[in-house]
């Protein structure tokens, strides 16, 4: 079984900066994908930032230039660094990893349980 542990997140003020990352443990071979996603009250969960094996990152629109996704391969660990937050970021944040185990079933694509993170106007 793989797990996510994520950290960061909270509370700051519209402008302000947070970071988040997402560390992934278990009988893990390989990761391909590591990406971010957020799910704000009444909506439905959406995709912030992903960032493959071969860099070849993609963002939400709606983060592009604000956000950045990143990752470290020998700590398994997928990074977002937000910067000029707004209000409408608020949203608990989800880590999802990618890839191949070392014991059957090989595929995984694993899930944390989320880190809120709130921008006060």
């Known amino acids: 079984q793989v797990q996510l542990v994520e950290s960061g997140g909270g509370m700051v003020q519209a402008g302000g900066s947070l970071g988040l990352s997402c560390v992934a443990s278990?009988?893990?071979?390989?990761?391909?994908?590591m990406g971010w996603y957020r799910q704000a009250p009444g909506k439905q969960r959406e995709l912030v930032a992903v960032?493959?094996?071969?860099?070849?990152?993609r963002y939400a629109d709606s983060v592009k230039g604000r956000f950045t996704i990143s990752r470290d391969d020998g700590k398994n660990t997928v990074y977002l660094q937000m910067n000029n937050l707004k209000p409408e970021d608020t949203a608990v944040y989800y880590c999802n990893v990618a890839g191949v185990r070392t014991i059957l079933p090989t595929d995984f694509d694993a899930w944390g349980r989320g880190t809120q993170v709130t921008v006060s106007s």
């Open positions: 278990g009988s893990i071979f390989r990761i391909d994908s």
């Open positions: 960032i493959p094996s071969s860099r070849n990152t």
